[in-house]
């Protein structure tokens, strides 16, 4: 919260009357926190918590994510709900924030032990959710499998199917380009943001951390536009390849993690580079020291502190977008501002993701499939306007240049706007 609230002085100063609403943000609207009981292959009862955060639902349906890791607690998903409001605002759509998950963790676990654990989620969660209240999506631990599975439930607990989930699969309402879209967006962004300095990705050295599902599609955008991805990690360690990532084996890669499921050190022993083995805490070290042009934090929270970030300034980096969300500290932000990199914050370049979950409740309200062309122009075009108006309103603040003020005063002004207009401060 302070990472916002701290850009947001000259909107206070230019409008005092947003005071009460800075007041008011912070709170969720509603926190949903329930039991859920799943029995594992063996026949031994488990219970997990499960939670929803309505954030803010001023300017639309509360809309975020479920995460399932053992690290989720109500603490992290109010962070993540608070990042949502201002992201879903960004977007330009008509999607209000909230997050959402559980402390389960889903690594080593079999399908049937997967689906169980889904079930009995929505079980809970569908009473609080609908198509024009609540819409969720997938987030780390949370991929096509178990929005299927989620899907599933609500349309039998609900009786109908709507749009009541995105990241659908294609055969039930998803949207092409779904899947793609928080990892292209990322690199759209960082396109943008790399031309204001007239540089871009071609021949560019690339570092991105995790190796999910926006890893692996910040890997594909890169490649498309020319650049040289050299490094994936997962919770275990972190791979670089020095000969880059290319197509053929990113797509081994997308069947080790999406298929296999299994361990991100495999790619060094059947590809023959280097492998790091994590250290305790925090957990994806090294991985920055790497000598690349460009950052792509891709796994999760906290992930550069401020050493990490000095280390890519003295390699010589030039932009660190965020395709997680707050994989930078405050320290490592701080850093790179000091130095003169360019710095994009997650709520504005991963935005990509949750826009084209916004796309597929547009196309889901009206029953209608748009191609995968068109889809990407619109994810496209709106990372465009994302970049530009972050820009334009951090120049109208007088902080040119810095992402992060002009994305969390842009955010907040819309929904502020809306929750003084709607009497609900
Ligand atoms: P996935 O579950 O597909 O992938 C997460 C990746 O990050 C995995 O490689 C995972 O490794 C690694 N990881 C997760 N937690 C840790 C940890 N504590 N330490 C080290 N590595 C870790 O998730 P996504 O790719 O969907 O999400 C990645 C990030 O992007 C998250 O911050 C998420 O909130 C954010 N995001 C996602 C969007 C989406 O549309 N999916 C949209 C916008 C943001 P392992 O498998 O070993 O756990
Ligand atoms: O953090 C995020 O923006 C997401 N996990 C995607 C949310 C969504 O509703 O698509």
């Not at 300034?313 to 000091?338: L, R």
Request: with cysteine; net charge negative; charged share 25%.
């Amino acid at each position: 919260m302070e990472e916002v609230l701290d850009s947001l002085g000259p909107v206070i100063e230019a409008h005092p009357d947003y005071l009460p609403v800075v007041k008011s943000i912070v709170e969720p609207e509603r926190i949903i926190q329930f039991r859920v009981p799943w029995y594992d292959d063996e026949g031994n009862l488990h219970v997990n918590r499960g939670f929803r955060i309505q954030m803010n639902g001023a300017i639309g349906p509360y809309k975020g994510g479920l995460r399932f890791h053992p690290s989720v607690n109500q603490s992290i998903l109010k962070f993540l709900a608070f990042e949502q409001v201002f992201k879903n605002s960004l977007t330009g759509l008509p999607m209000g924030g909230g997050k959402g998950g559980s402390d389960f963790n889903p690594k080593g676990r079999s399908d049937s032990e997967v689906r169980r654990f889904c079930q009995s989620f929505m079980m809970e969660l569908w009473r609080h959710i609908g198509a024009n209240l609540d819409v969720p999506a997938g987030d780390i631990g949370v991929g096509g499998r178990e929005i299927g599975f989620l899907f599933g439930m609500y349309r039998k607990l609900a009786n109908e199917f709507t749009g009541v989930l995105t990241g659908k699969g294609l055969s039930y309402g998803g949207s092409l380009i779904r899947p793609e879209a928080t990892g292209y967006g990322t690199v759209y962004f960082a396109r943008e943001m790399l031309a204001t300095r007239d540089k871009s990705f071609e021949g560019a050295k690339v570092a991105i951390s995790g190796s999910g599902n926006v890893a692996q599609f910040a890997v594909e955008k890169v490649l498309d536009l020319g650049g040289k991805p050299v490094t994936l990690s997962d919770s275990s360690g972190f791979i670089h390849d020095s000969n880059g990532i290319d197509r053929e084996k990113l797509a081994w890669v997308m069947d080790l993690k999406n298929v296999r499921r299994g361990r991100i050190k495999e790619y060094a022993e059947h590809f023959g580079c280097d492998y790091t083995e994590s250290q305790p805490e925090p957990n994806l070290n090294g991985l920055w020291g790497a000598d690349v042009d460009i950052a792509l934090p891709c796994a999760t929270q906290n992930e550069i502190n401020g050493e990490e970030a000095k280390m890519l300034v003295d390699n010589g980096c030039i932009a660190v977008a965020e395709g997680a969300n707050m994989p930078c500290t405050p320290e490592a932000v701080e850093c790179f501002h000091e130095n003169g990199l360019l710095f994009a914050p997650g709520k504005a370049s991963n935005a990509g993701g949750v826009a084209t979950s916004g796309l597929e409740m547009s196309q889901n309200s009206l029953r209608l499939n748009w191609t995968r062309e068109e889809v990407d122009r619109r994810l496209e075009e709106i990372m465009v306007n994302i970049h530009r108006n972050a820009a334009d309103t951090a120049a109208k603040y007088g902080m040119e240049g810095n992402y992060v003020a002009g994305a969390n005063i842009a955010g907040f002004l819309k929904v502020a706007e809306a929750m003084e207009a709607q009497g609900l401060i």
